[in-house]
T-cell receptor, first 113, second 114 residues
Framework: GAGVSQSPSNKVTEKGKDVELRCDPI?????LYWYRQRLGQGLEFLIY????????KSGLPSDRFSAERTGESVSTLTIQRTQQEDSAVYLC???????????FGEGSRLTVL | AQSVTQLGSHVSVSEGALVLLRCNYS??????LFWYVQYPNQGLQLLLK??????LVKGINGFEAEFKKSETSFHLTKPSAHMSDAAEYFC????????????FGTGTRLKVLA
């Protein structure tokens, strides 16, 4: 597709359940990012992938959060044993060069009941 | 370490008035600086960016920003606000072309009054 695609757009889950969020970046973009945006707050960096380098996981808030990316394609962000404080919009972005423009998806809104 | 501070989480201006959204940064190397806009229920889109060329950068929708190294600032301005400018605005910094890490500010929500 022409842009960054994220799914699902909305997810409602019960506390304690696992969720998977998917991001399909723009073709050819070597770098992929996950950010979390809580209601009324800014973007919180979670993780980024760059080519075949080891991902920068420094923003993951706990070991319940993990992410994978196969090559330069789709990425999945997994949250295990969800908590209410995980409720947020999870934004994915990609870029083709360091320091270049980030292209964002429309986000996955997660609500944990 | 890089950081970004946006002063004012909410700013209100009258339609036709000057828009000024403030951003200060901290970086150990010459930075790249960005302003993004987020409309309701949408992702972020780039307004403009500074990458060490001209210090006055013009972007889309009539916005511009000036890089001031001495003040470590990159404030966003628009001479005349339109109702359609109501959105959330984010300033971001990266440490130039050698890094893939971007740090975002906490955002400023702009309200335009009729």
């Amino acid at each position: 597709g022409a842009g960054v695609s994220q799914s699902p757009s909305n997810k409602v889950t019960e506390k304690g359940k696992d969720v998977e969020l998917r991001c399909d970046p723009i073709s050819g973009h070597t770098a992929l990012y996950w950010y979390r945006q809580r209601l009324g707050q800014g973007l919180e960096f979670l993780i980024y992938f760059q080519g075949n380098s080891a991902p920068d996981k420094s923003g993951l808030p706990s070991d319940r959060f993990s992410a994978e990316r196969t090559g330069e394609s789709v990425s999945t962000l997994t949250i295990q044993r969800t908590q209410q404080e995980d409720s947020a919009v999870y934004l994915c972005a990609s870029t083709f060069k360091a320091g270049g423009e980030l292209f964002f998806g429309e986000g996955s809104r997660l609500t944990v009941l | 370490a890089q950081s970004v501070t946006q002063l004012g989480s909410h700013v209100s201006v009258s339609e036709g008035a000057l828009v000024l959204l403030r951003c200060n940064y901290s970086s150990s190397v010459p930075p790249y600086l960005f302003w993004y806009v987020q409309y309701p229920n949408q992702g972020l889109q780039l307004l403009l960016k500074y990458t060490s060329a001209a210090t006055l950068v013009k972007g889309i929708n009539g916005f511009e920003a000036e890089f001031k190294k001495s003040e470590t600032s990159f404030h966003l301005t628009k001479p005349s606000a339109h109702m359609s400018d109501a959105a959330e605005y984010f300033c971001a910094v990266s440490e130039g072309s050698g890094t893939y890490k971007y740090i975002f500010g906490t955002g400023t929500r702009l309200k335009v009054l009729a």
